[in-house]
């Protein structure tokens, strides 16, 4: 297994893992990936199998803002290289490679490199099931998010280095 940053021609692999993660009221389209991708490839990050198989990534874009808000789901533009705050729109695994730690090596990934970057952190939105596993990687939860996404209640959680 290895991970990288994709491409364009990652855009129906992403899609794909995206739609057997999430439900379809959750889930980005393939326009919202591909517009993700035209603007910050680097800032999705694909782990794949020896073969090429893609079986989990993390993407989301970098901004200023402090709060992940609803729009930056659907708008690109939202990106600035230079921001402050890595967000992350989704930890993906498809659910054959579940429980075998991919999703925390993605993440650990992302982490170092917002890190690197000079970032003031990452930031996400979870689920309350989710929470204890996000506080693993020192993720702080903030409390019910303003997010009204897929129509769930979602929690505000931060990392802040």
């Known amino acids: 297994m290895h991970i990288r940053t994709a491409t364009m021609a990652d855009l129906a692999a992403v899609t794909a893992v995206e739609a057997a993660c999430f439900p379809a009221a959750e889930a980005a389209t393939e326009k919202d990936f591909a517009a993700r991708l035209a ?15 893609l079986v989990s990534f993390v ?3 970098v901004t200023d803002d402090p709060i992940l808000r609803d729009e930056m789901y659907a708008d690109a533009s939202f990106h600035n290289e ?6 992350i729109f989704g930890v993906n695994t498809l659910p054959a490679y579940r429980r075998r ?6 993440l650990e990934r992302v982490i170092a490199d917002a890190r690197a970057q000079g970032r003031k952190g990452c930031v996400l939105t979870c689920k309350d099931q989710l929470i204890h596993y ?20 979602w929690y505000d959680m931060r990392l802040t280095f």
């Open 82 to 87: 230079q921001g402050a705050w890595q967000m």
């Open 59 to 61: 993407n989301g874009l």
């Open 39 to 53: 603007v910050y490839p680097n800032h999705f990050w694909l782990l794949e199998t020896d073969d090429g198989t």
């Open 134 to 153: 996000y506080a693993k990687f020192g993720f702080q939860n903030e409390g019910v998010s303003q997010s009204v996404h897929g129509g769930v209640v």
């Open 101 to 106: 730690g991919l999703a925390a090596q993605v």
